[in-house]
């Protein structure tokens, strides 16, 4: 043998002992430590919960009725008024047509693929409360869920967080699409829909007044607004005789943001119980000892709204998984061509510095960080829904996502129509002289947001 051979031979073999030593290395490394082992099965475990918390969540914000069937469908039995008399209930029924005006949407990843292909092709009769039944049969209604008899009546209905707080893209046709949670439904007309049932006595007993006062006040709400104080203070209708609901709000962006509503009340899990118990009516346990003020909240504090319990109850376990949802939903980024990049641009310079919006609206949650609360007075406003709630003040709106809920107006009420009078009422109540083109760059900036 050469000696170019045993020279090749002792090389390859140094190879081979290296990267055997470096394998092993390796291995030692993936294997680590029992404390590194511990850390990743940890580290699995914490995501793994997490995933099937948010999963959870999201199937109470979509499918919960927390036993509200009891309200909706066994009290004032809005159920009847949907099928008609045709089926059993009161009235015309609710066609589809009808129910999409009222601003209810249609879960297109709930229907079958051939309903689908008939929708598009016309072929089903949205005239047809029957129809409607067929949709609630499947649960596409975003929001309402039905339950049927073995006959194929509609025995009661319930409805969930996503009734408000979602809607869809229109990507099968206006109010047919894939659903986006969070997003404040601005179509929705809650009072209509909720005039439609046939027995409005236990609301009106509750607010002491006949059934057809009941009706002029949610007659009066309009598209996108609700009135959650109307059960606790019995004011209907403002000073101005204006309506006193307010607009829906998103339900996404709230990460990292203190205050719920648009006047405080508490955060994200107060007002999901809140609403669970007392809007709902769903079966729950819920405590506030504010509402025991009978100056302030005379019809909660009458009806015992403060210290309400139920048995069982269907709320309480389920408000962790509903929080942790709804700080997933971030807000949606502006689409592209919705605003004037090059003006957006100026406009942020403008929002930091001499708009003097950051001061309050602080980045990236576009609220204050702590006690986000402000006097009517700071904020050049009438009182009167800040009077409604505990600390008597607004809260600073977070601002991301403002885009996809133009329609109804800005501030709680809706009371500015456009970006430019909210610009304008600021540039008045905080002496900023902007001039025309500043306040124009600020609005396309609010819009990128």
Known sequence: MTRAVHFGLAVLGSLIAIFMIQSSVRAADHEGSPADHEDAVERDAAERNTQKTLTEGRRIFRFDTFGDEAYWGDTIRLHQAIEGTRFGGVGPGVSPKTALAVGLKVDVDALPRPLVESLKA?????????????????????????????????????IQCALCHSTVDNSLAPGIGHRLDGWANRDLNVGAIVSLSPDLSSAAALLGVNQAAVRTVLAAWGPGRFDAELFLDGRGFRPDGKTAAVLIPPAFGLEGVNLHTWTGWGSVPYWNAFVAVLEM?????????????????????????????????????????????????????????????????????????????????????????????????????????????????????????????????????????????????????????????????????????
């Open 122 to 158: 016309g072929r089903v009769n949205l005239d047809d409360p029957a129809t409607t039944l067929a949709l609630m049969k499947l649960n596409a209604v975003v929001g309402v869920t039905g339950t049927f008899e073995s006959n194929g009546a509609l025995r009661t209905i319930g």
């Open 281 to 449: 009516h769903g079966k729950g346990n819920f405590f506030d000892s504010r509402l025991d003020d009978a100056a302030q909240f005379p019809v909660a504090a009458r009806a015992g709204f403060g210290n309400t319990h139920n048995d069982p109850d269907l709320v309480s376990a389920k408000l962790p998984a509903l929080q942790a949802y709804q700080l997933s939903l971030r807000a949606p980024r502006a689409p592209e061509g919705s605003f004037d990049r090059a003006k957006s641009a100026k406009g942020k310079i403008l929002f930091d510095t001499t708009a003097r919006c950051a001061t309050c609206h602080v980045p990236p949650t576009f609220t204050e960080p702590g006690w986000n609360l402000h006097t009517p007075q700071e904020l050049g406003v009438d009182a009167f829904q800040a009077d409604r709630s505990p600390d008597k003040r607004y809260r600073t709106t977070p601002l991301k996502g403002l885009w996809t809920h133009m329609e109804g107006g800005f501030y709680h009420d809706g009371r500015f129509a456009t970006l430019v009078d909210v610009v304008n009422h600021y540039d008045s109540q905080l002496g900023l002289d902007l001039s025309v083109q500043q306040k124009d760059e600020l609005v396309e900036y609010l819009k990128s947001l």
